[in-house]
């Protein structure tokens, strides 16, 4: 195919999965493979005070670990090293993992798993937000507080004195889980002399390799890192397998075997992370048309027990809070603590859609309080070219909520269908009928690490030609579902003019390919695609550099430059490294500057039903339309975009984590709820493209976008629908006819 | 116990549990990996496979339950390395994205076009309903069901 960029092209590892041949970490199997398991903490906090093996097992038939056989050091290196792989003494969250066991009959292990008792001498234990900001217990440092952030634009104590109104709000939302289909998994193979190799379902295999440097005091060529093929992450992929991955790889030192892990869904989801709960109020200054003086929230998230990425993830939330609309004077004050849950971690979205939801729920409410439709007001203030960000970012591209504001409201027939659904909703006053309402959000998502992370992360992407005139491309970016493979290998054909088939992407693997930086963050088509771009161009530049290839080629001519350069040179490989576009300055002590190189822009419009036997609320349409650059692959960012937003109206609608003393009571598919082919209605994408100069072709990150509008636009729509405006997500039937029965 | 069984036209023998999950038989003895276990009790719909024309969930079915079936498993729906139509739509129009659910979602597509050859849009979401899906949004599943038949 010429020209693949902005066409459809297939997926490439497509037929592989349509047939069942992708092999996924537990397709794999290695002779003489041994089983392993956790045995996890009964107890949200306490000292361990005995480890008993019990029952009718052969007990000297197992491989069993604890904290005191960990040949490194005792900790998942991520950002403050301060969760352990195997408590130590003391646990600080329901299902901790304290003792590991191997044995090669996977039915016995069950049974042995049953079989260990761990007692522990119970201290109070937190489980709340609410508990933890009041310091009801210190169970982490010396206030309970991961981190904090303070954001401060112009002066917000002096604007409260010229407001004509003063708007407040309070807004909460809960956890989920990631629900990728396939469990975490992983399989190693550790010995002294051949070092650690995992094979496992991930997103970052090099997050994999930094831990088990540490856990296992080993120098970084003894580990070897494989990702196989990944059924799905969503963010759940992101830290943990540096778990899993550790204790596999410890039970295999220990054994000397194989050793497969692999979670059944209970455990996955009763102890891996899920996305962090968070509690925002909202103070605003406006005045009496309706423009915004100032804007103080507050925005707190539970990050659990530990803190793995619970900065980074309030970070984002943080710079996101105050969304895609001007204001002189913004103060953002932000937490994230700890409590005795299992550590929340990295979802798609990763903080923003905590703080965006409060966000567009308290603009509709402001608008109603200076008597504005939500569509006038936020016309008032949206920002523009040339006008800054809550973290006085410059926005140097043009962005037009307005147009797309406007069209998002044309294509769902929002105009008339506010004026009708108001007239039936009034008219209808049979007992049990069903209201309508309809309402929208509009909000921004930043691309790539945050501030000077992508300059820190200084990611690398490496491209190999053969003989044949292949192009290899190495990047430690994992195809999760996402369609990296797809997306590099058109990025590399398009550059180098060459059919899409002779791009062979080459599996992760830390053994091979360079460090391209973790696959989060909206970041793998926008930066990393970005380093293939120029890495391929390396590989024309050195050809023609030699004098092996002119200026315009045919593919039969670069075969043959290949060929005859590597039959001089031996071989043909360039990397690339790096560079920040230009103009971007970010200042990590003052939270100002500019936060990302690169926004994408949405408004997402959603009409819901609500009826009034079942006190179930349903979206019955869906507008989703947003600014990512250039479309790389219309089927794939569609793709992007429909499976977001259903995991958001899952989140706004149907997944309620249910928490029983600090652990996931209902870990199970039967009564944890995603939407099902019948729950999802039709979700329309529309793009609009306005190609961003230092992404390849033009293109912004997609991947977390989608996850950010859903929820707000959702409850807005029901806020239209019943005239109650709800503030917490999940809204569940229950509480929606709790609400409804006190009126 | 001894069984017997036809698996994607092949005569097999298994020694096993009669409790056994079919699951685990299909995956660990006869190496039919494309058959998935996403949540161990039927909820999800990775581990579809066709006994005897029906769709199960092979997570809930025991070995002695599969005696003398004739059973197609994902790697049975592609004839001599011919994809079927709707494995073809799957891959043309983004049917199939982390591709876990993507062998049980081919199976329950390919019975209800048996079935019902030109579905409804309500009728391929009720036929897909026992197959779970946290990529696509179900959008370009419906689609490529739609595209299939087309062709």
Redesign the interface.
Known sequence: MDHPIGK?V??K????????????V??LSFPDMLHGVTVRSPAARGKITNISFGGDIPWDEFIVVTAKDVPGANYVALILNDQPYLADGFVNHPEEPVVLLAHHDKYLLEEARRNVTIEIEEQPAIFSLADSLTKTQIIWGEDNVFKKFLVDKGNVDDAWANADLIVEGKYETGAQE??????NGAIAIANATQGVTVWGSMQCPYYVHKALVKLFGLPEEKIRIIQT??????GGKEEYPSLIAGHAALLAWKSGKPVKMIY??AEDMVATTKRHPSRTHHKTAVTRDGKLLAMEIDFVIDGGAYCTLSPVVLSRGTIHAAGPYVCPNVRIHSKAVATNVPPHGAFRGFGAPQSIFALERHMDKVAQAVGLTPEEFRRRNFIHEGETTATSQMIRERVDMDRFLTRALKLSDYHAKRERFARENNASNGRFSKKRGIGFASFMHGAGFTGSGEVYLQSVVSAEATAEGKVRILAASTE????TNTIFSQIASETLGLDFDSIEIVQPDTGLVPNSGPTVASRTSMVVGKLVESAVTGLKQTLAGSGFLADKYSATEFKKACADYIAKFGSLKTSSTYQPPPNVHWDDEKYQGDAYGAYAWAIYVAEVSFDELTYEARVEDFVALQEVGRVLNP??A??Q???????AIGFTLFENVVWKEGRMANN???NYI?????D?P??RVYFEENPYAYGPGGAKGIGELPMDGAAPAILNAIENATGISFTRIPLMPEQLMDRMCKM | MQINFKVNGEERSVEGFPMARLLDVLREQLHLTGTKEGCGEGECGACTVVINGQIVNSCLVPLAQANGTEITTIEGVAANGELHAVQQAFIDHGGAQCGICTPGMVLAAVDLLKRNPEPTENDIRNGLAGNLCRCTGYMKIFESVVRAYQK
């Open positions: 459809p297939p997926r590892e497509g037929r592989k999965k349509v047939t069942g041949q992708a092999l996924y537990d397709d990631q629900l990728y289909i396939e469990n093929e990944t059924g799905g992450g969503f059944d869904r999760i579902g996402q369609g089927v794939l569609a793709g975009i429909e499976g977001g937003v259903a995991q199970q598919m039967t995603i939407p099902t082919p019948a999802i039709p979700i």
